[in-house]
């Protein structure tokens, strides 16, 4: 589904990413993680084309994300990504955040891409909350739309940048139920974060990378019976101890 | 000081108020229509088309408004006149209002880049993540989102631009203060005439300016 290929990335004389190779099958769910600055955002930015990268390929679903002659927008409005912030637009209700990119994107009809979002909105819990806006929202609550909206466009897989480090620790566990449904139900997901229990619970493979380079690809319970490289063992013991 | 002179001088007062406002109230949209465009030009990733709205602004910023005035009420027309080959007026009106809006659109295009570029990356990430182009971004979450963040700069800005509107005295159009010095000079009290007008000129501002900083609260919390 998501094939990334000798992926390398530079910011000016910085190398973000250095040959990064990782596939993601249809319905596996991959949790990515490492340190702070490792690279991570920038590599599942790379495979919606958020960021360019200069080396490699990435191909998702058959379509080549580096190729000038790729239709970027139409890519990504398969693709669904949830970000560290949300990102709901606050400037329209959650039922208008939910319908907006279903109906200027895909073209749907106002009635069906309401129905759409609402029955979307009812399965994260949050029937109650249609017709108010982001800011009314909790952090948790505007995660959970935000997957959500995601979901309203019929993804083929999903990408999650750190969806729950913005929240108090007691909304962690609302959004990563809705996760661990997903994943349950075989959505395709590349996962960056560091909620290591989420990992245990729906993972296939962890990835961890640092200073831009994939270190670590491992099935999972390898990955937590015995991490390879010492910076990973270095990094686990770091978060697990939290 | 006679002040029946003035509720005589009602309906003509009533005219010139009129133009005024309708002058400002058209400048301002247009001008906001162009500064957007121009905004959007300088923000793009084209150099030429960023240079070209760079330079329309610097140049606008540098030359003094009643000189744009005058040159488009007496060069713009033979201009024109000169491309179609006819020799139509466009009268002092049309020449002062897109005097006004090319002038205008100069100080909205930097309010509005401003606005543009207040908005987080995270946000048109999202727009683009949902697979909109960037017209689409740009139309439905990054332009209403800078509007509303915008809108009392652009109305302080407009509130200057109705001052400013009295600059047409020069291409002797009949606005506001243009008929209140007239009536004045006919009726023999200028003072009294000119001592109303600016009354009129700092009730309409000052109102508008105080609603503009409510609205300003309202839209902070
Ligand atoms: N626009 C940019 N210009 C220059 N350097 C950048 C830019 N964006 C990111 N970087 C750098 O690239 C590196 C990787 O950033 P990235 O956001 O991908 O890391 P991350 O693994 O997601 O970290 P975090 O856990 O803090 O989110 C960092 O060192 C960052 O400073
Ligand atoms: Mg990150």
Redesign the interface.
């Known amino acids: 589904m998501i094939s990334i290929q000798n992926v390398s990335k530079w910011y000016g004389d910085f190398q973000v990413l250095s040959d990064c190779s990782t596939e993601v099958q249809k319905g596996e769910v991959v949790v990515v993680c490492g340190p702070s600055g490792s690279g991570k955002s920038t590599l599942i930015k790379c495979v919606n084309g958020l960021e360019p990268f200069q080396a490699g390929t990435i191909v998702v679903d058959g379509t080549s994300v580096g190729s000038p002659k790729t239709d970027l927008p139409k890519l990504r409005s398969r693709v669904g990504m949830v970000f560290q912030h949300f990102e709901l637009f606050p400037h329209l209700s959650i039922t208008e955040n939910l319908t907006l990119a279903q109906r200027k994107v895909l073209g749907r009809k106002d009635d069906e891409a309401r129905r759409k979002g609402l029955a979307l909105l009812d399965r994260v819990g949050l029937s109650a909350h249609a017709a108010k806006f982001p800011g009314q929202l909790s952090g948790g609550q505007q995660q959970r739309v935000a997957i959500a909206r995601a979901l309203a466009m019929d993804p083929i897989a999903m990408l999650f940048d750190e969806p729950t480090s913005a929240l108090d620790p007691e909304m962690i566990n609302e959004v990563l139920d809705v996760m661990v449904e997903l994943a349950r139900e075989g959505m395709t997901m590349m996962v960056v974060t560091h909620e290591m229990g989420f990992a245990r619970k729906v993972a296939n493979r962890v990835i961890f990378m640092d200073r831009g380079a994939i270190v670590e690809d491992a099935d999972k319970d390898e990955f937590f019976g015995s991490p390879r490289s010492e910076r990973a063992q270095a990094f686990l013991s770091k978060i697990l101890s939290h | 000081m006679d002040f029946t002179q003035i509720v005589n001088a009602f309906p003509s007062l009533g005219d010139g108020l009129l133009l005024t406002l309708e002058l400002t109230v058209l400048a301002v949209i247009g001008g906001v229509v162009i500064g957007t465009l121009l905004a959007l030009a300088r923000l793009s990733n084209s150099r030429v088309l960023s240079w070209l709205a760079g330079f329309y602004v610097n140049y606008f910023r540098s030359i003094p408004l009643l000189l744009v005035i005058t040159w488009f009420y007496f060069v713009v027309p033979f201009m024109v006149g000169w491309v179609t080959g006819t020799n139509q007026p466009i009268g002092a009106f049309t020449s002062c209002l897109i005097a006004f809006m090319m002038f205008e659109a100069a100080y909205f295009c930097e309010i509005v880049r401003a606005g543009i570029q207040s908005i987080s990356k995270?946000?048109v990430?999202?727009?683009?993540?949902?697979?909109?182009?960037y017209g689409?971004a740009m139309r439905?979450?990054v332009l209403?989102?800078a509007f509303?963040k915008m809108t009392p700069l652009l109305l302080q800005q407009s509130i200057i631009l109705f001052q400013d509107t009295s600059l047409v005295y020069a291409v002797g159009l009949m606005d506001f203060l243009n008929v209140a010095r007239s009536q004045g000079d006919i009726t023999g009290e200028l003072h009294t005439f000119l001592l109303f007008a600016g009354l009129v000129y700092f009730v309409i501002s000052f109102g508008a300016s105080t609603l503009v900083k409510r609205l300003q609260k309202r839209l902070t919390v």
């Open positions: 995270g946000q990430n999202a727009a683009y993540a949902l697979g909109m182009t689409q439905l979450v209403p989102l509303r």
